[in-house]
């Protein structure tokens, strides 16, 4: 069924995915040179043009392939230091009308437990959450009438009202169903940071084979124009993501890129957040392999997608194994979910196997949220559970003024620092807490003395010797 038939887009609506020009650059052999100095743009902190991604992606040579992991740390290093942001999934219900040929919770799947949380089930995930540390959640609902955009507000606000000694949720994303303007800015008003929906393929052919046409994830032309719609309601920061496994990577990559300038063309501001989540094995799919994406691929378009947006957040989910998380948040992911289940009512009604035929599909990290903070802390990362930028404004427009001249790390890493400190006080095992305390020790030598370093002192103190938290800059 065709949604865009009787549903009022954005003002920039249109199909901006030119696919015969997109696969056209793809043929295109690229030379040293010309790689060198597209890399060279990137370390200025530029954006590159579709164009300029698409020279990284016709490198054939391993040596000019380093280069671009290289770039891509030091790129990382410069805009997001050692940061990297936690958050937490919380999965609301899996009734679906969407008969996604991936998906577990695709309409005709027999396989999966169908459910949606209560108020009081909701409640008790986020006490769950709460007490193992989090701060940060994001929601994901199916797409079903049921996820209205008043029950999607609704939930949010039910999160917010959760408190716990010394803790709360200080900030809730949205990974849910295209809206129209009226829906996206009633969502907004409940409090959200970022709404996040994935285009999951840009290639039209393979989009329509994967998401029957009789379903409303069918009208393709809806969906790309979700997040504009997002942004003409007041949803500042936006997510995009695609879904690899599903056509060739490297067009994907194009894709998004494509994506992130459309929004900034027309709205001043680029996506907030890209995620690149690979097809996973789950309950009652049979997966396609043609386009499967090897390990070595992933960290390619990883490394690319870094050089390309230089400061949007790169998110890397729990779908991937602990190895390969570790190894990529070195060139360019800024932001991971820990200690995540994704099964309906996962947090206090499962044990340490996954129930796949209660989740959308499988993971490949279930370590808990200390554990990844302490291997994290071992690597010289600072995990943070930051949402200062949300509550002062520094979100879109506002955010890219503070983000692209590099203010940001003034702001970012203190703020780090004073939330991981309530984390070690509050939740930590002794060898994390060990681990903590001597990182945030390392990371005050490196601060410049004065007004601003004492300030933090100052904060860090309060955390360890009285109640007080949120102390941010």
């Known amino acids: 069924m065709s949604t865009t038939a009787h549903r009022r887009l954005s003002t920039s609506a249109y199909d901006f995915i030119n696919e015969p020009y997109l696969l056209g650059l793809l043929e295109r052999k690229s030379d040293p040179g010309q790689v060198r100095e597209v890399i060279a743009k990137s370390l200025a902190k530029e954006p590159l043009t579709v164009e300029e991604t698409a020279v990284l992606l016709g490198i054939s040579s391993p040596e000019l392939w380093e280069e671009v ?3 891509a740390r030091q790129l990382k290093r410069d805009v997001y230091g050692n940061r990297i942001v936690l958050f937490a999934p919380l ?4 009734e679906c009308t ?27 995930q986020v006490q769950q959450l709460l007490d193992r540390g989090h701060k940060r959640l994001i929601l994901v609902f199916g797409e079903h009438p049921t996820y209205s955009a008043k029950f999607i507000a609704e939930c949010v606000r039910r999160v917010y009202a959760v408190r716990r000694p010394k803790a709360n949720i200080r900030r809730v994303n949205i990974n849910a169903a295209p809206m129209d303007h009226e829906g996206f800015a009633e969502i907004k008003a409940a409090g959200i940071g970022t709404y996040q929906i994935f285009q999951e393929t840009y290639h039209h052919e393979t989009y329509a084979k994967v998401h029957p046409r009789n379903t409303r994830k069918g009208d393709y032309l809806w969906r790309l124009d979700a997040l504009s719609r997002a942004m003409e309601a007041g949803c500042d920061d ?19 890129v494509s994506h992130a300038w459309h929004l900034q063309k027309h709205y001043n501001v680029g996506p907030h957040t890209i995620s690149f989540p ?7 799919v049979k997966l396609d392999e043609t386009y499967r994406v090897s390990d070595e691929d992933f960290k390619r378009l990883i490394a690319v997608l870094r050089l390309a947006v230089p400061y949007t957040g790169l998110i890397l989910t729990a779908r991937e194994p602990a190895w390969l998380r570790q190894e990529v948040m070195e060139f360019g992911v800024s932001q991971i979910d820990a ?4 099964e309906v009512g996962g947090y206090t009604e499962v044990g340490d196997a996954q129930v796949l035929e209660r989740e959308q599909f499988e993971l490949g990290d279930l370590r808990p949220l200390d554990e990844v903070i302490r291997q994290l802390l071992v690597d010289g990362y600072i ?4 949402t200062a930028c949300y509550r002062l404004g520094r979100t879109g427009e506002h955010f890219m003024e503070f983000a692209i001249p590099g203010f940001i790390q003034r702001f970012c890493t203190p703020n780090a620092l004073t939330t991981l400190m309530e984390y070690l006080v509050d939740y930590a095992s002794p060898e994390t807490r060990e681990a903590g305390m001597k990182l945030i020790e390392s990371e005050l030598a490196k601060l410049p003395d004065g007004p601003r370093k004492n300030a ?13 938290r949120d102390l941010y800059f």
């Open 98 to 124: 969407n008969d996604c040929l991936y998906c577990a919770f695709r309409r005709s799947n027999r396989e999966v437990v169908r459910r949606t949380l209560t108020p009081e089930d909701i409640e008790a």
């Open 278 to 284: 690979r097809l996973r094995p789950a309950a009652g």
């Open 91 to 94: 999965y609301i219900g899996s």
């Open 339 to 342: 200690g995540s289940r994704i």
């Open 383 to 386: 995990p943070s559970f930051c």
């Open 238 to 256: 936006v997510g995009i993501g695609a879904l690899f496994g599903l056509y060739d990577w490297r067009f994907e990559v194009l894709g998004l």
């Open 456 to 468: 933090l002192i100052e904060r860090l103190r309060l955390i360890q010797e009285t109640d007080q």
């Open 69 to 71: 992991f290289q770039a």
